[in-house]
């Protein structure tokens, strides 16, 4: 471990890098900030990897109401600046890069990143996945073909681009709710798509958009084609049971119906549950010594901010005591 005066506080350039980092971090949510953080005060020479914006799928977020210590809300992009700039007091390194691959048949690890040859992959004596989930596609024509010109999987990033138009969201969760909760505020009319006759999102944001005379639903219906010509015109739905088909004319259709987990570059020898969330024993190991998981890539999390936080600190302290025998 390199001495505190050595250390790169968030990783400036020029900063020396150790030849073997104890922690290498795949992602940069809440989950691989919370241990980095620990990791940072514990001196352990850490380095976070995060192949966009620190924060992961909270800086989707408009608006962030259940996370301990902000009785009024913190926006998403807030909260993760406030992580990241917590990560950064302490020490650890944090870079922006895609991870490729990592060979875990040796010792040390090598994490691969893209666009990098051998040479450039940091080797770590212990690595963390805290990846999270990505939006899950719908799979209907239209929806790859409109991606981008109507077709969305994330509203605070899109939704201003469509003001005083009839949107529509697809979906019945947590976010499908949250999507259409903000993007009312923006458009003239938000269509719920939700395949069931009731929501699974939790009762206060069903509260809310019940009461929001801009937000309307179609029930027991599943969307079948996505239209338009330039850009999307109108989505296509039917209805679950009669199979009877609606038409609804939209400018912008948002896809919420669920996630799936960002594993495609972790190696096969990591176990997987049947949904494809890394399994991992009551100390968040993989099924490869010193590889750990946390947050939402986890099978088993429960997905929440709070959660993947924790989970990244029960994981620091497993990586702790991995390190300490060796
Ligand atoms: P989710 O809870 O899995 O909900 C997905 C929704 O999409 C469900 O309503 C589901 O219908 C529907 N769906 C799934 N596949 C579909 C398909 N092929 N066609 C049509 N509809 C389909 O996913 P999420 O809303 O993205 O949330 C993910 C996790 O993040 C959850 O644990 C959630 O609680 C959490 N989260 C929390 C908050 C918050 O606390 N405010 C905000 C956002 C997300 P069914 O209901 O019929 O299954």
Request: charged fraction near 25%.
């Amino acid at each position: 471990m390199m001495a505190p005066a050595e250390r790169s506080p968030g990783g400036g350039p020029g900063d020396a890098r150790p030849s073997i980092w104890d922690l290498v971090i795949v992602g940069g949510g809440a989950a691989g900030l919370a241990c980095a953080i620990y990791a940072g005060r514990a001196r352990l020479d850490t380095l976070l990897l995060e192949k966009m914006l620190p924060g992961g799928q909270i800086v989707l977020s408009d608006i962030i109401e259940n996370y301990p210590g902000f009785p009024d809300g913190v926006s998403g992009m807030e909260l993760a600046q406030r992580m990241h700039e917590q990560v950064g007091r302490f020490g650890a390194r944090v870079e922006t890069a895609t991870v490729a691959g990592i060979e875990v048949s040796e010792r040390p690890f090598q994490v691969r990143l893209e666009g990098k040859g051998p040479e450039d992959a940091p080797r770590a004596r212990s690595v963390l996945i805290a990846t999270g989930c990505s939006p899950r596609k719908l799979g209907v024509p239209g929806e790859r073909e409109f991606f981008g010109r109507g077709v969305s999987y994330c509203a605070t990033c899109d939704g201003p681009l469509f003001s005083g138009k009839r949107l529509l969201v697809v979906g019945g969760g947590n976010t499908a709710i949250d999507e259409a909760l903000f993007l009312a505020k923006i458009a003239s009319k938000v269509t719920v798509v939700h395949r069931r006759d009731e929501l699974r999102a939790d009762r206060i944001l069903q509260e809310r958009a019940f009461a929001d005379p801009k937000v309307e639903f179609l029930w027991s219906h599943v969307p079948s084609e996505i239209v338009g010509d330039d850009a999307v015109r109108a989505m296509r739905a039917k209805h679950v049971v009669s199979g009877e088909e609606t038409e609804v004319e939209v400018a912008g259709v948002f896809i919420a119906v669920g996630e799936v987990p960002q594993t495609g570059f972790v190696p096969e020898a990591v176990a997987r549950d049947a949904g494809g969330y890394l399994v991992t024993d009551g100390d968040f190991q993989a099924s490869v010594p010193g590889v750990y998981v946390a947050g939402d890539v986890r099978s088993g999390a429960y997905r929440q901010i709070a959660v993947a936080a924790g989970e990244g600190v029960l994981a620091y302290r497993s990586i702790r005591q991995y390190l300490e025998e060796r």
